[in-house]
């Protein structure tokens, strides 16, 4: 037996809006009382709101029962408009960043003094993304769950300096069978096919095991909210609901699913709160050696690179800061300290507006690059040269190119200037599919446009890296 896929089995906390009467605040609790009976631990994302009615609620006994549990955020504010999206939809970066922190934060308080622990992760609600979310959640040492970004191989990956867990397995949609075994059945079967092919070759896999509210309800909660609306409490519908006696023949086979997943040797079922620990190890140091082989890369395949440890914001800023060492002390760095800034705040030039450059211009714009980071903590996206512009890509292959040749007695003193990518490509088409299909999150407003969360995002894919599991020896 080879090294076993770690899986997490986690659930979304959201319904606010239904009454305590129908008992919806019962599922969660009876949801994580079976699983600690079974020695298995999951993940539960709750929305802020959510925690505090049933704080306001004194539904004492649930919260204690969910607290022998990784508790994660899910949102401070739900489906209630704006969403995420809806904010940061033309929001700057620095105005969308600043939201956020102020907005979830204060949900990650809540949630640490209702449930005792501050939450280690926030899981996407929904349809609600936007780079400077993943942004603010680096100021808060979070990780961001359910998210857009990954990279072949990798649902776990740095982004926006943030650990980001990608992929939940394709293993059907349980929240509408555990009422009935008819239903139930066939969906526990089939993971004997489905298990093996959703673990091959990747880091990680999230078992999403339900919404507790759609255990019950027919429809999801949130439907109040669809299209944009923004009802107040007093006009609040509750969803249709399951005959009541079915949730024995749910709390059966919610067992029973349990137990399958402990029963399989090819998995390890653990939390986001230790997943976290195990992949947020970064490497802070690179040697001139391993700067050069990165630069080599980059000029050999023509591309902005992702390399396992470093960033290309990472490597762009080492670069800057190696070539400002050697216009200052004449000689390279041996080894540098990683900064970690954020991608451009505009698109990048792809087409240089000059062919050739000193030597001394190149290291005069490495300095002013360097200079532009230690500032802003972003990467420059467009730079000048005797007043003709050149861009983050551009500046990356020149740097490089400059980089391998400054100790060669005979380097040209007249470089070159190309084309080149404004972000990384790598596995581009599936992260904007995904970021562009939030539109379609039925509570979002109808005439939601996406474009400029599309093209930040694509701006921070310089931050781009696999995050490397400790326990597995990489």
């Known amino acids: 037996m080879g090294e076993k896929t770690p899986v997490v089995i986690c659930f979304d906390v959201e319904d606010y809006t239904s009454p ?32 505090r009615m049933m ?9 204690e029962a969910m607290t022998k549990h990784d508790i994660g955020s899910h949102t401070n504010y739900g489906s209630i408009h704006p969403t995420v999206t809806e904010i940061l939809e033309n929001a700057s970066w620095e105005e969308g960043n600043e939201i956020m922190l ?45 998210s857009p970004i990954s990279l072949p191989g990798h649902n776990v990956v740095w982004f926006c300096n943030t650990i980001n867990f990608h992929g939940e397995g394709d293993f059907g949609f349980f929240d509408n069978a555990y009422y009935r075994d008819d239903l139930f059945n066939p969906m526990l079967e089939a993971l004997d096919s489905i298990f093996p092919v959703s ?30 609306a923004n009802p107040g409490p007093e006009d609040w519908k509750t969803p249709e609901l399951r005959p009541l006696e079915s949730m024995k023949t749910a709390q059966k086979n919610f067992r029973r699913l349990i137990r399958y997943l402990k029963s399989r040797d090819d998995i390890e079922l653990t939390t986001y709160r230790e997943l976290i620990g195990r992949f947020s190890v970064r490497q802070d140091k ?12 980059i000029l050999e395949e023509n591309s902005v690179v992702i390399e396992d440890y470093y960033s290309p914001a990472e490597i762009f800023s080492a670069l800057s800061e190696a070539l400002s060492y050697f216009k200052a002390e ?57 007043d003709q512009k050149i861009g983050t890509g551009s500046m990356l292959a020149l740097f490089s190119s400059l980089y391998l040749n400054i100790d060669n007695p005979n380097r040209p003193e007249q470089l070159s200037t190309i084309s080149f990518e404004p972000y990384p490509s790598v596995n581009e088409e599936q992260i904007i599919n995904e970021v562009a299909a939030c539109k379609g999150w039925p509570v979002h407003r109808e005439d939601l446009d996406m474009s400029r969360l599309i093209e930040m995002t694509k701006l921070q894919l310089w931050t781009l890296k696999p995050a490397l599991d400790k326990s597995s020896g990489n």
Request: proline share 5%; no cysteine; hydrophobic share 35%.
């Open 199 to 228: 673990i091959e070759d990747i880091d990680m896999v999230a078992f999403f095991a339900n919404h507790p509210s759609k255990v019950r309800s027919i429809q999801f909660w949130d439907f109040n909210y669809y299209k944009g």
């Open 102 to 146: 102020k907005n979830e934060s204060a949900g990650m308080d809540d949630l640490e003094r209702i449930f005792g622990q501050r939450p280690a992760n926030l899981a996407r609600h929904g349809g609600s993304y936007g780079p400077q979310l993943t942004g603010a959640l680096s100021q808060l040492e979070a990780g961001y769950v359910y």
């Open 286 to 297: 690179i040697s001139k050696d391993e700067l050069g082989k990165v630069a080599g890369r």
């Open 55 to 63: 704080e306001k609620r004194g539904r004492k006994y649930v919260i």
């Open 330 to 386: 004449d000689e390279l760095p041996q080894e540098l300290t990683i900064r970690r800034p954020f991608g451009p705040l505009e698109m990048p030039v792809t087409e240089p507006e000059f062919n050739r450059i000193s030597v001394k211009g190149t290291l005069d714009l490495s300095a002013e690059a360097l200079e532009y980071i230690k500032n802003k903590g972003h990467l420059p996206a467009i730079l000048s040269y005797e």
């Open 20 to 51: 305590e009467s129908v008992g919806m605040d019962d599922i969660p609790k009876w949801l994580a009382e079976i699983m600690t009976e079974e020695g298995v631990t999951g993940t539960f994302f709750v929305i802020g709101e959510k925690a």
